[in-house]
Each structure stands twice: as C-alpha cells, then as structure tokens.
C-alpha cells in the first residue's frame, strides 16, 4: 500500500490526481501545514496518520471541510460493500454518534517509486469533525484539572456504548484515536473498518483494534456484535479514573518532551498491563484508589483480563445499579410523550414494576392496557367487515386520543358512521356517495354489505340514475326522450304534478305519432297547447312536418268526403290528394271507391284531369319502390338499401317500422363511410345495437377494417378528452393519452384539441431538457429552454423543481440587474434570497460581480443627522447618540467610532486605530432614526464617526464593505449636554 509521502504527493496534485466525479470534490484542495526544519520551510498536506489509515483535512470547491481517508493497509474485497452497508444502518440507527460518509471506489491515482502503471486506490470521503481525538481532550483536561468535564465525557460514553447495544452494533475497534471530542464536548465515532452491523453475521472479522485497548486473547475474538466490551470497559474505567485523579495522567501517559503532547493514543492502559494485571503498578494504583467506583471498575476490567474473551460484559449495573430501571424508565417517559400505548406496554416490565420512580405512571401504563384492550375488540369488529359491528367495536372514550389507530381505520369508521346515518334518515346521496368511498379504500379492511344495505343501496343507485334520466330528458325539451322516461316517473316520488303532466303530454304524443293517426295527432297538440306547457317541448323536424300533414290531411278529408256524398266520380278523384294516400281516417269503402274508378273498363268514360292522371302514376311508382327497397333489404347492403329507397315511401305505411330502423342504420352505416368520419362509425354501430338489429348488414373485409379503425381511434380520443377534461394542466398525461398512430390522422380532433396537444409535445421537451439540466445544474440551459407560456399552460414540474427554475430564472435577472449601479440594492437583496434557498454553490463570476456591487452600494449610503449628547450618571458618563439610517433597509448595521479627544486624521474608512474606539449598532425594525448609548467613563466630551456597514459574505472569507463618510452629518461631537454637529470635518 502508498505510504504517507506517496499520498502526500498525490494530496498535493488532488485536481488531476483524485478520480471522484463530483466537482465539488475534484476541484478542491488539500489543507496545508508549514513546519520549521533544519533545512528550511516544508509545507505539506494537513493529514493524520492512524494504524490503518492516513486521513487529510480537505477543502470543497464552496469551501466546506471534508475528511478524505486514504488506506495505508490493504482493503478487503468487500470494503465497498460493507461501506455502503454501514453508511445506511447508521443513518437508521445511530446518526447522532457517527459521521457521515461516503465510499469512492475509484478514489485517487498514487505514482509509487518502482511501480508501473499507477494504481487508483479507494477513498473515504467523510464529515470533517472540528474537534480533537479523545486521547488529546484527555490529556487537556487532566492538565487543567478539570474533573467536572472528564466525568462528563464519561457518562458520555455509557450513553454511547448503551446505544451500540441497542442497536446492535460493535465498533470493532474502540480507542483513544477512534472518538473524537467536537468543540461542543460531544464524542463522535470514526473509524468504521471493522464494524458489525446485523447484516455482516457469517462474514470474516477485518481487524482486531488497537492492542491497547484489546483483550489479551483478541485475537480469539468473533465477528459479532458482543466484541465492544473489553474496549469499552478499558475506556470508561480509564476515565473515571482520570476524573477522580488527574494527576493518574502524568504518570502514566507519554508525554512528548517537544511538543508537550501524548505519544501514544492509550489512556492509561497498556496492552502489558493486561496481560499481567497482578503484575501491574496501574491496576495496583487504581485498586487502592478512595473513589468506590473506580475500585469497583478495576475490578470488573480484572476479572475480564482473565475471563475468556467471549465472556466479556460491559456491566451497566456496576455503574449504577438502577442503570436499566433508569433508561427503562427514560423510554417510558419518551413513549408517554408519544402517545404511544403499545410501546408504554412493552416497555413496562416487572422491572419497572418495582422500581418506586415507576410508580407515578402506573396509571397511565393501565390506560394504555385499556386502550390496547379496546384496540383488539375494535381490530376484532374490522375483521367483520359489517358496518354495524365496526361502529359497536369502537370505544371512543379509550380509543379517541390513541394512536395506534391508523388515519385510514378512522376513516373506515367516520364512514361507517355516516352510512348507517344515512341509512336511518333515508338519505340516498349521502348513502351512495359515502358506499362509493368505501369501496374506492385501498386499505386492508373490505366492507360488506348485509343484504338489507346492499338492496336499499341498489335501489338509491337506480333512483339516482333516474333522477339524472329523468333532468337530462326534461333539459333536452325533445318530446320523444321526455316520453321514454314516463316509466321511471311512476317511481320517483320528487316530481311535482306539473312534471308529471309533461311526461303524460309526451306519452300521449309519441304514441299518436307512432300510430301514424292523423286525429289522435292533433289531440295530443291540442292537450299540449291548452297545457300552458308548450315551451317545455321541442319537436324534430319530421314531427313538425307530421303534425302539418295532419292538419292538411284533416281538410283534405272534409274535402274529399263532400266529393264521395255527391257520387259523381270526376268530382272525386278531382277531390283526392296525394296526401290521402296513407291517411288512416279513409275507409275501406272510400278506398274501394277511388280504386274502381282507376280499374274501370269505362275509364275512358271518365274526363280525368292531368291532376288525377298522375295521381295514378304515382300510386303505381309506390308499389315498384316499394318492392325494390324490401329486394334492397334483403342483400344486407347498407349502400344498396340506402340507395334503392325512394323518397315516396316516407310516409308509406306499408313499411314496418323495424324496416324504417334499417333504413337509418343503414343511412348512418354509408354517411360514415363517405364521409370517412370516426365518430359516424361509432354512432352508426351504436345505434344498430340501439334498435336490436345487430347483425342485419354485411360489411366488406374492407369495410370491416374501416369500422375497426374507427373504433379504435373513437376510443383513444374518448380516452384523450377524459384526460384534456380533468388533467388539462398535465403535459405528461396529456402525451401519454395521447395514441399518435391513431390520431394523426383523426378528423374528428379539434382544432383546439391539436394545438393543446401541439402545446404539451413543446412543453415535455422543455421538460425532459429542464431535467437534465437540472441533474447537471446547468442555470444556463434552463434559461434558454424555458417558455413561461407553456408553463403557465401545464403544471408537470414538482414545486421544487419550480423553485430551481426559478432560482436559474432570478440568476438571470441578477446577471442584468447587476449590470447598472442603479439596481444594486435590488441586486443584493434578490441575490440573499438566492443564497438562502438555492441548491448549489454561486459561479466565482457572480461573486466577484456581487462584491463589487456591495462595494459600490455602500460607500454613498451615510449616515445622517447625527448627534451626541453626554449623559452623567452614578456609575459613569455615558454618550447618547442618534442619526438616520439610511433610506434603504438593506443597510442594518452601523460601525461608530468614538474618542474624546479632538478629531484625528482617519485611515482607511472602517478600519480601526489605537487611538478610537468602536461600536457597532444595529437596525431595529427598519427604524428610520438610530440611537446607540455607551458609557465613556470619566470623560465629559465624545468625538463620534457613523459609518453605514454591509456585510461582504459572497466570499469564503466575510468582510465589512462601509460607506464613504462623506456626508457632513454623519458626525458629531458632544460636550457635556450641548450638541455641536459638523464643526470639524475628518480628514478622508
């Protein structure tokens, strides 16, 4: 493996070296150190070497501190498995005492002396803990004397190895150097090579720790989680030790005569000490300590330096004997906060039972048990799946406040509640809606109806699909959809009497109209019209025409009746019209009459106008068209049938009514065709299945496919337009409904519907190209591919990913803002917005061009109106002094330089001299007018200066940018209570 000086070497390189792809990694660099040596200066990476492992102090692109570990023994083949593995069950288990990291198997390239090629070894890239090792805050202590915060860390540590055990967990290698101390006293394990974590049962142990911490037989030790005991009893015992005597540690530590630091990372103990403990001037030291506990504990480590290496126990009990009734009572204290009632029951054991601290919370363990009892009856009444029994299984008073109820279990049962309500009430929309709800639930308890529910539930559905028949007919006004639903009238009790006349009126109508009866026509008109209810009827046209042939029928007939009363047959057939010709209110006789005029021998006798002639032609080209549509009929040709059909039988009732409905199919079958209408095919077929003559027409194999496609596309448009009607916003619905090898060619869609459809192709590829941007980061690409108009056409973006856009967006607007001085203040503020909420880092560009905004923002922002006046008090003399603030809020903090002396030539503005003295002020609620108050000791008189301050954090390193001074009234002086504002002017 490289040594220290290898990855030194290739530390120094790491922007060509490191082979992570992670920008922010590979274009950073390594932390240095300068030391001083015989032959010069050396400046070297800032690193620190360990047993197994040398670990460097790097630095990110954006200027965070990350830890890179470099191995300097070989790793096992698995490393990256078990890295991976431990990353995860650490994040789950144990966060809080560990640091996050991350494996890169390709990690750096290394060129070692005599080797070829170059290898790439693994990494460790890790949180940089700003810290010490614990051996180092040891040492520190024990030199200050600091007993208190020793015995703090050691309590510390019990919590630590308490949480191991809990989680299952065992470092593997527990030493001075392997915990560190963060600057808020916190201990942090790192080192993670030899981890067990439940998952790592069966596989081969990769290091047995440092031997000073280890037991004498380590080396027998099992991978498992049990292997921490030995370790942690060395390190505990050593600290209470310390705590008790700090002086144990210059005894018995290495100290560096040099540098005044530990040589070794042990505390306390050696690897010899436990070989031979009987032997050992520490543990002889220790066991003749005052402190009981620490005789105790050396006790215990004693024992285990002879104990089989699997025996070893850290004993918690030895610490305090109420250690577990302790932390069992901590989980019960956090479970009560929970609400957690199952939890509060396991946790309450006989060992809390008889634990007097317990004692207070017996009550709420018992509410728990009740609330677990109801909890079962009530899982018990779910498992029925009846209603009824839900609801009776419910105890609000121990379940209402519980959690242990999942939010989908009381929504089972709120809807329960409310079926049977409006069961009980009769109420049929609350009822269906409800049934419908419950069968939409996803969760594992199904709902069953008895039959009784089931029944009044059918018969809520067929009144509700009643009612929606019955306002749909009655919205149309078409007399014919009004009649056909007279038979859903008679159950439905809402109507009022005025509805239920109209539906008679239709009926009575209809049935005239179908009957073809020219008298029961007009009498159905008539009981209309007199019904005061004509307006809430509309006729199609043929019933118009039919209601208008019965009314000249009715005087023709009157017509032709006076010709047959005076038998003279020329007066006859000059009275008949061809409008009589179908008219049921001719009798047999009237017929015969006009027929033997026709047959007659003596024809010629009679004078037959041109009128009667082709009354007779006609008759006779009825017949033939006739004969020729029922031939047509019976090919099954929809063309045939539609173009042998002649017009003079539209109102022949000779023709049956089943062959009328033939002829419509058969019309709409060949308009369709011709017309090469989708929507045509469909209506066509549905309304041959409307009339039940499914089957009666023969279609071509080309035909066939035609009817098909028609289908299909039907289809895939009905399914476009569900989608366009209810997710009209979603681009990525829309092209996924979307079936462009049926659509394209489709006449039936919109104009509107294709630019939509035109509108969310345009939008997914803003999207897709949006998406990758974002995985690159790419601000750029995303300003250029964005289209506002598509994107306030749909709403596919998740709100963070609008929020990215957005922050792309607002760097764009900040790039043209900080092009004119003018717009700086708005500049700087959008850019603190920015920096707040964005997800990278800001270019090094963008930087420079914001620290040369706050520059120039600041330096004619002044302060104003100052004043000063000197205050006596008992304890001193205080300096009162006020000024506007500048008109922008931007600007919050105020720098003020003060002596009491004359005023003195200045530096650099901002800056600071031994001669004046500084306070700084800041902004409350954006207050127009400031006042800072400072006590000035025994001085009578206050020169002041007021700078308006901004801070330049864009940087890695923040700095104070002020403002020029200029202003004559950003300064003043003050003699004991009167004012003199601008006498002196400082020097710039």
């Not at 990256?80 to 005492?97: L, M, N, T, V």
């Not at 527990?174 to 049962?201: H, Q, T």
């Not at 199904?446 to 029944?455: L, V």
């Not at 208008?548 to 000059?574: K, Y």
């Amino acid at each position: 493996m490289p040594s220290r000086l290898v990855y030194d070497e290739a530390m120094s390189f790491s922007r060509i070296r490191l082979k992570v792809q992670e920008p922010e990694l590979k274009e950073g660099k390594v932390e240095t150190v300068t030391t001083q040596t015989a032959v010069g200066t050396i400046v070297r990476p800032w690193g620190i070497e360990g047993g197994f492992a040398i670990v460097y102090k790097f630095r990110t692109k954006s200027g965070h501190i990350r830890a890179l570990r470099c191995f300097s023994v070989p790793a096992s083949a698995d490393t990256q498995f078990r890295y991976e593995r431990i990353g995860a069950y650490f994040r789950a288990h144990i966060p809080q005492i560990t640091a996050g990291f991350k494996y890169h198997n390709k990690g750096i390239l290394v060129k070692e002396q005599g080797k070829s090629p170059d290898q790439i070894y693994p990494i460790i890239e890790m949180d940089w803990i700003d810290g010490s090792p614990l051996t180092d805050t040891v040492h520190e202590l024990c030199q200050q004397g600091n007993r208190l915060k020793l015995r703090d860390i050691a309590e510390q540590w019990v919590k630590i190895i308490d949480t191991l055990r809990t989680a299952h967990i065992a470092h593997g290698d527990l030493a001075g150097a392997n915990v560190m101390v963060r600057v808020d006293g916190k201990l942090i394990l790192i080192d993670y090579d030899g981890v067990y974590i439940p998952e790592f049962a069966g596989l081969p142990q990769l290091l047995t720790g440092q031997p000073d911490f280890q037991h004498p037989h380590v080396a027998q030790r099992k991978f498992d989680e049990q292997m921490d005991h030995f370790s942690a009893l060395v390190i505990y015992t050593s600290l209470i030790a310390l705590a008790d005597q700090p002086a144990l540690w210059r005894r018995y530590a290495k100290i560096s005569a040099r540098g005044g630091k530990p040589e070794d990372s042990n505390l306390l103990f050696r690897k010899e000490d436990f070989e031979a403990p009987d032997r050992s001037p520490l543990f002889q030291d220790l066991e003749r300590m005052g402190n009981a506990q620490v005789r105790t504990m050396i006790q215990a480590l004693k024992q285990a330096c002879s104990q089989s290496v699997h025996d070893v126990r850290f004993s918690f009990a030895l610490i305090d004997p109420e250690y577990q009734q302790k932390q069992a009572l901590e989980e019960l204290m956090h479970a009560m906060q929970a609400q957690d009632d199952q939890q509060i029951l396991q946790i309450w054991s006989p060992l809390l039972a008889q634990y007097a601290p317990a004692q207070r919370y017996q009550s709420r363990v018992q509410l728990a048990q009740r609330r677990i009892l109801a909890l079962q009856v009530f899982h018990q009444a779910l498992h029925t799946q009846d209603l009824q029994s839900i609801i009776n299984g419910y105890d609000a008073s121990q379940l209402q406040a519980s959690q242990l109820i999942t939010s989908d279990e009381r929504q089972l049962l709120s809807l329960a509640q409310s079926f049977l309500q409006a069961y009980q009430q009769d109420d049929e929309s609350v009822l269906i809606a409800t049934a419908d709800t419950l069968q939409k639930m996803t969760n594992p308890t199904k709902i069953t109806f008895t039959p009784a529910q089931q029944q009044r539930l059918q018969l809520a559905r067929m009144r509700k699909d009643a009612r929606r028949h019955i306002q749909a007919a009655f919205a149309s006004k078409y007399i014919e959809q009004i009649a056909n639903i007279a038979p859903l009238i008679q159950t439905e009790p809402s109507l009022t009497t005025e509805e239920r006349q109209r539906a008679s009126l239709a009926v009575a109508f209809l049935q005239a109209y179908n009957a073809d009866d020219d008298d029961a026509i007009l009498a159905a008109c008539a009981a209309i019209d007199s019904s005061g209810q004509r307006s809430a009827f509309i006729f199609t046209p043929s019933q118009d025409a039919r209601i208008s042939l019965g009314h000249q029928r009715q005087q023709l007939l009157t017509r032709f009746r006076d010709a047959l009363r005076c038998r003279q047959p020329a007066r006859i057939v000059a009275a008949y019209h061809s409008f009589l010709d179908n008219s049921s209110q001719i009798t047999r006789t009237e017929h015969v009459a006009i027929i033997a005029i026709e047959q007659s021998a003596h024809r010629s006798f009679f004078d037959l106008n041109q009128e009667e002639e082709d009354r007779i032609a006609l008759a006779r080209r009825r017949k033939m068209a006739l004969w020729k549509f029922r031939q047509a009929l019976k090919s099954k040709n929809a063309r045939q049938i539609a173009t042998e059909y002649d017009p003079l039988l539209d109102h022949d009732q000779r023709i049956l009514p089943e062959e009328r409905n033939q002829l419509i199919v058969a019309r709409l079958f060949v308009t369709a065709f011709d017309s090469d209408d989708d929507e045509a095919c469909v209506t066509a077929r549905e309304e041959q299945d409307k009339y039940g003559i499914t089957g009666f027409l023969t279609f071509t194999a080309q035909e066939q496919q035609r009817l098909a496609l028609a289908q299909q596309r039907f289809n895939a448009l009905k399914a476009l337009r569900a989608i366009l009607s209810h997710h009209r916003s979603s681009a990525l619905r829309i092209a996924a409904a979307y079936d462009a090898s049926l659509l394209d060619s489709s006449k039936n869609l919109t104009p509107d519907e294709r630019a939509i459809i035109s509108s969310a192709k345009r939008y997914l590829a803003m999207y897709e190209a949006i998406q990758a941007a974002l995985q690159t980061e790419s601000d750029e690409t995303i300003c250029n591919v964005y289209d506002s108009t598509l994107a306030e056409q749909f709403s596919d973006f998740t709100p963070q990913e609008i929020q990215c856009i957005n922050q792309a967006l607002q760097l764009k607007s900040l790039e043209q803002l900080l092009l004119n001085e003018e717009y700086y203040g708005q500049a700087l503020r959008m850019a603190r917005t920015l920096q707040a909420t964005r997800r990278g880092e800001i270019s090094d560009s963008l930087i420079h061009k914001l620290k040369r905004a706050t520059l120039r923002f600041i330096k004619d922002n002044d302060l104003s109106q100052m004043a000063v006046r000197i205050e006596e008090r008992a304890d001193s003399n205080y300096a009162i002094i006020s000024w506007h603030w500048p008109e922008d809020n931007l600007i919050q903090h105020a720098q003020l330089r003060w002596r009491a002396q004359q005023w003195y030539d200045q530096t650099a503005h901002g800056k600071q001299d031994e001669q004046w003295n500084t306070t700084w002020c800041r902004r409350r609620n954006n207050a127009v007018e400031g006042l800072c108050t400072f006590s000035i000791g025994t001085y009578s008189s206050v020169y002041a200066k007021g700078y308006a301050a901004l801070l330049d954090d864009w940087d890695r390193e923040p700095i104070w940018r002020f403002s020029k001074g200029y202003e004559p009234t950003s300064y003043a002086e003050g003699r004991s209570t009167e004012v003199t504002y601008g006498h002196h002017k400082p020097v710039t």
